[in-house]
């Protein structure tokens, strides 16, 4: 039996096993965006290159046998500057968007896609948790903000951007209690001191977390600089706060602070003229905190972020009849949100090209392209969605419905760079996988192939 290292740890492993699977035995991660267990290495990607220090070559992990006296290393210099090249091979080809551009623009980060297509589904709950969740206090937004996240709306490349101030502002609730954690199950006492947004919104973010939350304010009215604002009337102001406490913050008016407390967040919450961006500087502010105390943050802030830029009017009209088209059941506020052209990825969380580009540093400007490649999308009257623009040809898919039996499944055609998976015989997408789909979809390493109606969050 062969005895190799890998990272300086020795381990044993049977006669034929490959250098991805001694490093599996010692839970030593090697990155890899086309292996698939059982199958025969794809070895398409490349990104699982590991150093035999041995011989001084780099070798694929997923196909490469261990043998005796090897000595892998996984993580070295060398090792993540080839796989930070692999990454840019990749994205320079890479069409999509990790992030929708409404999202990207919003200060406070509202998950805009998203409390749109629950709003469309007439979700109304789920649209009321998101809004408050990211915004904290979506009604008194609603009247305030400047809305920057419909100037980056590509629907209005088309017609007029979406009404996404007005739709977050309709999508309230006071009913958070299945959706909180039971007040100070975390463990900290906090005072928040200004009841502003910026202290609103802290207050909110470390309530969510799981805090005993207790804000002050001098003042006799709650609201702080919130109070001047002549196009935000009072009660929305009193509505909002009212909806916090019911959530378990304590308020205390006209007072200074008293007790005793675990932290005190002050003048990290900082208030801004734009209210959205107190809003944003008020949950940094509680992230900041939660941090010191190694508490994961609410929403994890996206670390890549793959960009497409300005589309071109074919392919705005590509995302349009991807768009939902029987909106007979839908409620006005539905029916505008049905508007939104899911510029956005489908699969956000999953996706390894992203995951590996944040953790080596990727650049998609690094080899750019001489032309990019047109956006698509395939299988609009189905139930799953392929993007070629966000395929990496591992072949995952392919090799899949082959295992199951499919009938047409995918296949490969073309040469070199004009190779492409498509289902054969010109078929639609469903046709080709009648019963892999799901394995395909959940296997796939990128957002190239989705299930169209799933989100991802």
Not at 98 to 108: D, F, H, Y
Not at 269 to 293: I, P, S, W
Not at 412 to 419: I, K, L, M, P
Request: charged letters at 25%; one cysteine or more; aromatic letters at 4%.
């Amino acid at each position: 039996m062969p005895e190799l290292k890998i990272n300086g740890v020795a381990v044993e492993v049977e006669e034929g096993a490959t250098v991805l699977e001694a490093a599996e035995l010692l839970q030593i991660e090697i990155p890899t965006l086309c292996h698939l267990k059982g199958a025969a290495p794809q070895t398409s990607c490349m990104i699982c290159v590991v150093k035999d220090a041995a011989s001084g070559r780099m070798l694929p992990a997923c196909s490469s046998k261990a043998t005796d006296g090897m000595q892998i290393e996984t993580e070295c210099a060398e090792v993540q500057s080839a796989r930070r090249d692999i990454l840019n091979l990749l994205l320079s080809e890479h069409v999509g968007d990790c992030e929708a551009p409404c999202s990207r623009i919003c200060p406070a980060h509202l998950d805009i896609p998203h409390l749109l297509r629950e709003i469309e589904r007439g979700n109304v709950e789920s649209a009321a948790w998101i809004a408050r969740r990211d915004l904290a206090i979506p009604r008194v937004l609603s009247h305030v903000c400047p809305a920057p996240c419909e100037k980056g709306c590509r629907r209005g490349e088309m017609d007029s951007a979406l009404t996404i101030r007005t739709l977050h502002g309709a999508a309230h609730s006071a009913d958070l209690a299945k959706r909180l954690p039971p007040d100070g199950s975390l463990g900290f006492k906090v005072a928040v001191i200004g009841s502003g947004a910026a202290g609103l919104a802290c207050a909110w973010q470390l309530r969510v977390s799981g805090c005993s939350v207790s804000v002050f304010d001098e003042a006799p009215l709650l609201g702080g600089p919130l109070r001047e604002i002549a196009s935000l009337p009072s009660e929305v102001l009193d509505a909002e706060i009212d909806v916090l406490r019911a959530a378990g913050i304590s308020f205390k008016a006209g007072a200074s602070l008293v007790g005793s407390f675990d932290c005190v967040v002050d003048s990290a919450a900082e208030e801004h003229k734009l209210v959205v961006k107190a809003v944003a500087n008020g949950k940094a502010a509680a992230d900041a905190m939660l941090q010191r105390f190694a508490v994961p943050p609410v929403v994890e802030s996206p670390s890549f972020d793959s960009r497409i830029g300005k589309l071109r009017e074919s392919e705005l009209e590509q995302l349009a009849v991807n768009c939902t088209s029987d909106l007979s059941n839908c409620s006005d506020a539905g029916r505008e949100a049905a508007r939104c052209l899911h510029c956005d990825c489908r699969k956000p969380a999953s996706c390894r090209l992203r995951k590996y580009a944040a953790r080596y540093g990727a650049d998609a400007a690094e080899y750019p392209a001489d032309e990019r490649v047109h956006l698509q999308l395939l299988g609009k009257d189905g139930s799953v969605v392929f993007e070629p623009g966000k395929c990496i040809k591992c072949g995952l898919c392919i090799e899949i419905a082959r295992r199951v039996g499919e009938s047409l499944g995918l296949a490969f055609v073309g040469r070199g760079y004009n190779t492409r998976v498509t289902v054969p015989f010109g078929e639609e997408l469903d046709a080709g996988l009648r019963v892999a789909a799901k394995d395909c979809v959940e296997n796939c390493p990128t957002g190239a192939l989705a299930f169209r109606n799933a989100e991802e969050r």
